[in-house]
T-cell receptor
């Protein structure tokens, strides 16, 4: 059982480049999330999707876009990467009955 | 923005000691979770609390949810090096917008 799968695991971008982080879950969860985690900080919510076809902004959405492609997949796009977006990005899906979030392994992104 | 504040931010204690970490919010939670995160990994759920005043135990870990459902604590008895990690609380304020606290980085010294 794969759970939540994120790709890539590591990425280095130059300022101004674009990229898409991919996330897929095989647990049939409706809700999916993208967080970023910076040193010494907890997880900050970028965007979330409560169901297929819906997306909402979180705490730090600027500079990002998302697509809920289907129930399984939720992608995060950086259109023009900036050094301030250097971070570890986590995708998660939510099991509603006990509000348990399942996380991917994370993507370590460096923007130079 | 619904904020969750955790304290302390860092805690370093000797093996065998007891400790308590706290999670506080100005808003009422529908439910609250505690997660532990190890380096290079995503957070993993420890417990979910839902009812005000609820106490749950997981081996040497005791979780308490405040009566007003605005705060929670995690108490570890006889800490062991394997307890080292980042402890995160997360709150659901009834809108499926799962919000995480700033975390407590715990180090247990053998």
């Amino acid at each position: 059982n794969a759970g939540v799968t994120q790709t890539p695991k590591f990425q280095v971008l130059k300022t101004g480049q674009s990229m898409t982080l991919q996330c897929a879950q095989d647990m049939n969860h409706n809700s999916m999330y993208w967080y970023r985690q910076d040193p010494g900080m907890g997880l900050r919510l970028i965007y979330y999707s409560a169901s297929e076809g819906t997306t909402d902004k979180g705490e730090v959405p600027n500079g990002y876009n998302v697509s809920r492609l289907n129930k399984r997949e939720f992608s995060l796009r950086l259109e023009s990467a900036a050094p301030s977006q250097t971070s570890v990005y986590f995708c998660a899906s939510l099991r509603l009955w006990n509000t348990e979030a399942f996380f991917g392994q994370g993507t370590r992104l460096t923007v130079v | 923005t619904q904020l969750l504040e955790q304290s302390p931010q860092f805690l370093s204690i000797q093996e065998g000691e007891n400790l308590t970490v706290y999670c506080n919010s100005s808003s009422v939670f529908s439910s609250l979770q505690w997660y532990r995160q190890e380096p290079g990994e995503g957070p993993v759920l420890l417990v979910t609390v839902v009812t005000g005043g609820e106490v749950k135990k997981l081996k040497r870990l005791t979780f308490q949810f405040g009566d007003a459902r605005k705060d929670s604590s995690l108490h570890i008895t006889a800490a062991q090096p394997g307890d080292t990690g980042l402890y995160l609380c997360a709150g659901d304020f009834g809108n499926e917008k799962l919000t995480f606290g700033t975390g407590t980085r715990l180090t247990i010294i053998p």
